[in-house]
């Protein structure tokens, strides 16, 4: 990503360079004894500092107005704090009136532009966050999302029911809803890996499209996915499983070394913890109800499937 940003960084650096020249050209180097070291130390680490989070910006963003903002204050923050820290090295005669400018004037136009730029950046995190809602809804750890899918894991699912189960508020129900791919060892074995990963993917995406706003998708383990559905009774639940083993039986996987559609059904087990119940769930005993009902969907699956006689 910092090739984007190459001229940024070559701008940046021919202008440290024509202050470096200018001082070293307008004033005279002082003594070791007149170096002043907690000065020295304090600013040099103020525009480290400075650059590292500019390196960090434009390393883990494209280009674009936010962009544009936050690297132009943390560049005038960072020629500012190199001015000042040049002093601590190099005396200035009373009449070299532009480092004074330089350091007075680069400082507060870096902080209006960084703040200008973490103004629109709070817009564009808000807009990120309705979009990843389905994802994370009330906690954000990128430690813990899965790679292929994007989705948070199994830790992230027992924090979230741990978070619901204590809250009490769930008038009707708390819903979990495991979703399991059927055969999806045969893709690995037929296609590769990778196109698992893909399929795993897509599926992901088109699970997100059938639940709803306040809903959580995690991808619980393996070809296994977890669907925390909060405030959701029998009758809703069953509905959205529904919904999601017809969307998935319709969705054409397509294979990049093969032109025919591949097409999939699911497994689905819900377990249901009323607020109202004698005792107490935990995620661990809803997760154990939801496996059995998952259980006993794959061994009705095979029973019903057509053997060869």
Same mark, same amino acid.
């Given at each position: 990503?910092?090739a984007?940003?190459?001229?940024?960084?070559?701008?940046?650096?021919?202008?440290?360079?024509?202050?470096?020249?200018?001082?070293?050209?307008?004033?005279?180097?002082? !003594?070791?004894?007149?170096?002043?070291?907690?000065?020295?130390?304090?600013?040099?680490? $103020?525009?480290?500092?400075?650059?590292?989070?500019?390196?960090?910006?434009?390393?883990?963003?494209?280009?674009?107005?936010?962009?544009?903002?936050?690297?132009l204050?943390?560049?005038?923050?960072?020629?500012?704090?190199f001015?000042?820290? $040049?002093?601590?090295?190099?005396?200035?005669?009373?009449?070299? $009136?532009?480092?004074?400018?330089?350091?007075?004037?680069?400082?507060?136009?870096?902080?209006?532009?960084?703040?200008?730029g973490i103004?629109?950046?709070?817009?564009?995190?808000?807009?990120?966050?309705?979009?990843l809602?389905?994802?994370?809804?009330?906690?954000?750890?990128?430690?813990?999302?899965?790679?292929?899918?994007?989705?948070?894991?199994?830790?992230?699912?027992?924090?979230q029911?741990?978070?619901?189960?204590?809250?009490?508020?769930h008038?009707?129900?708390?819903?979990?809803?495991?979703?399991?791919?059927?055969?999806?060892?045969?893709?690995?074995?037929?296609y590769?890996?990778?196109?698992?990963?893909?399929?795993?993917?897509?599926?992901?995406?088109?699970l997100?499209?059938?639940?709803?706003?306040?809903? $959580?998708?995690?991808r619980?383990?393996?070809?296994?996915f977890?669907?925390?559905?909060?405030?959701?009774?029998?009758?809703?639940?069953? !509905?959205?499983?529904?919904?999601?083993?017809?969307?998935?039986?319709?969705?054409?996987?397509?294979?990049?070394?093969?032109?025919?559609?591949?097409?999939?059904?699911?497994?689905?087990?819900?377990?249901?913890?009323?607020?109202?119940?004698?005792?107490?769930d935990?995620?661990?005993?809803?997760?154990?109800?939801?496996?059995?009902?998952?259980?006993?969907?794959?061994?009705?699956?095979?029973?019903?499937?057509?053997?060869?006689?």
């Amino acid at each position: 990503m910092l090739a984007l940003h190459k001229w940024k960084l070559l701008f940046l650096a021919l202008v440290t360079n024509l202050a470096l020249v200018g001082s070293l050209a307008s004033g005279d180097m002082k !003594t070791a004894a007149q170096w002043n070291w907690l000065d020295i130390v304090g600013e040099g680490g $103020l525009i480290l500092l400075a650059l590292i989070w500019l390196l960090l910006i434009l390393h883990s963003r494209p280009s674009g107005r936010v962009t544009q903002f936050l690297s132009l204050g943390l560049s005038a923050i960072f020629i500012a704090g190199f001015q000042d820290w $040049l002093d601590e090295f190099i005396s200035f005669p009373d009449n070299a $009136l532009w480092d004074h400018w330089i350091e007075s004037g680069f400082m507060p136009i870096g902080l209006v532009l960084l703040t200008f730029g973490i103004y629109h950046w709070h817009k564009e995190q808000l807009l990120i966050t309705e979009q990843l809602r389905k994802r994370e809804r009330l906690f954000r750890e990128h430690r813990g999302l899965d790679i292929t899918t994007s989705l948070s894991g199994a830790h992230y699912l027992r924090a979230q029911l741990q978070h619901e189960l204590a809250k009490g508020e769930h008038t009707n129900s708390l819903a979990l809803v495991l979703i399991d791919i059927d055969n999806f060892a045969q893709i690995n074995r037929h296609y590769g890996n990778r196109e698992g990963d893909n399929l795993l993917h897509a599926l992901s995406e088109l699970l997100l499209l059938n639940i709803r706003r306040n809903d $959580l998708l995690c991808r619980y383990a393996g070809d296994r996915f977890a669907l925390l559905l909060p405030n959701t009774g029998t009758l809703m639940a069953n !509905t959205i499983a529904a919904e999601i083993s017809q969307a998935v039986r319709h969705f054409a996987f397509k294979p990049q070394q093969q032109q025919d559609s591949i097409f999939h059904s699911v497994s689905i087990g819900i377990a249901f913890s009323s607020g109202q119940s004698a005792t107490a769930d935990t995620p661990d005993t809803l997760i154990a109800r939801a496996t059995h009902a998952l259980l006993r969907a794959k061994e009705q699956r095979d029973l019903h499937q057509p053997r060869a006689a």
